[in-house]
């Protein structure tokens, strides 16, 4: 909570350092960024179920997010078919992926919608 209180206004785009993290992902058929908030609530259900059906704790379930690999960044093709929580060090190793430690390019929104126009005015 405290995180979302001190971030910078939308529409601010930063360079950060992120440590080393670790998510449990959830391949779909779906681009999330065709579609609206509707949408992306149905693939959070989606994944919930998911992490429920193998036996991990609900409460990984409340720091989701999706994918927009810097490759697909760079052409301006706004595809996410992936979405994913963050998982601790107790999570079996057999179902994650590490995101490692670096810097990455963050914009903080406050509008789902502004998202792709932000991202293409700003690359």
Not at 26 to 37: A, G, R, S
Not at 43 to 63: E, F, G, R, S
Not at 66 to 79: C, D, G, H
């Amino acid at each position: 909570m405290e995180r979302y209180r001190k971030s910078p206004p939308s529409g601010t785009i930063t360079l950060e350092y992120i440590d080393r993290r670790r998510i449990y992902v959830m391949n779909t058929d779906i681009n999330f960024y065709e579609h609206d908030l509707d949408v992306y609530e149905h693939l959070l259900n989606q994944l919930k179920n998911d992490l429920l059906a193998h036996h991990y704790p609900q409460i990984y379930y409340c720091n989701a997010g999706t994918f927009l690999n810097k490759e697909r960044f760079l052409k301006q093709e706004f595809i996410s078919d992936r979405i994913f929580v963050f998982v601790d060090d107790h999570f079996p190793e057999k179902d994650i992926q590490v995101i490692e430690n670096g810097m990455y390019a963050c914009i903080y929104l406050d509008d789902f919608h502004q998202e792709i126009r932000l991202c293409k005015t700003s690359s």
